[in-house]
């Protein structure tokens, strides 16, 4: 993808920064909380006081589900001024600024040390890397020896008829609805574009394989809409 497509795809999202987590919430039925804070206690007890980055944090939900895991510290990137306004703007209402922090950060170029994480993480993100397998690479960089990569991502269901049904509401009714509530023509059509795109369940587990990471583990909810997936740098 061309740097100029990154402006876009960072454009894009700063057009709909304003109406992202209701959307999120609304199209989801509300289900994207749980999602999270499943992914995150993926987590649970592996690692003391770990050192976290979220890639692609966004309005930085993840981040703050994370919380639980008690790390020293939280580190959120993302291409959108706008979204990490967000961001920092929640971190701030509730007093966390000296535990999470934000930086405007491509994911193909991230601006880390070798080994400096213990978790390297993202949500909804890693699809709209502008380059899959530069961005993975990027996560085994940073992440320690020892540290997992942990990537909640959106999996096109197989059991019919819900595969249909899913099929339908996400080609149709999201982008229509997308569009009426953030007045963004593009966004919602994007979303359904990337997750089509997206090389996930048996496709995925090769890439991250090939990245580097062992143990690659993955994990459907909800029908197989979205997938946790896990992998350990040695």
């Known amino acids: 993808m061309s740097d100029g497509n990154k402006a876009d795809i960072g454009s894009m999202f700063d057009s709909i920064a304003w109406r992202y987590d209701f959307l999120n919430h609304f199209l989801s039925f ?116 020892g540290g997992t990569v942990l990537i909640l991502e959106f999996s096109r269901p197989s059991v019919f008829p819900f595969r249909q049904v899913y099929n339908s509401y996400f080609r149709h009714m999201l982008p229509l609805t997308g569009r009426l509530f953030s007045g963004d023509r593009k966004a919602y059509g994007y979303l359904y574009d990337s997750v089509m795109n997206f090389p996930e369940g048996e496709l995925f587990i090769n890439i991250l394989n090939g990245s580097g990471f062992t143990e690659v583990n993955e994990e459907r909810l909800t029908l197989g809409v979205v997938s946790i997936y896990t992998g350990v740098k040695k």
């Open 30 to 145: 509300g289900i994207d909380r749980s999602w999270r804070k499943k992914a995150v206690r993926c987590m649970s007890g592996k690692y003391r006081d770990p050192e976290i980055l979220d890639i692609a944090t966004g309005t930085g939900d993840l981040a703050l589900a994370a919380l639980s895991l008690d790390p020293s510290s939280i580190t959120g990137t993302d291409i959108s001024p706008k979204m990490l306004e967000i961001a920092s703007a929640k971190v701030r209402r509730k007093g966390l600024e000296g535990k999470i922090r934000f930086e405007l950060c491509d994911s193909g170029n991230l601006g880390f040390n070798d080994n400096s994480f213990d978790i390297v993480m993202s949500a909804f993100g890693v699809r709209n890397f502008s380059d899959l397998q530069g961005g993975l690479s990027e996560m085994y960089r940073v992440a320690r020896k």
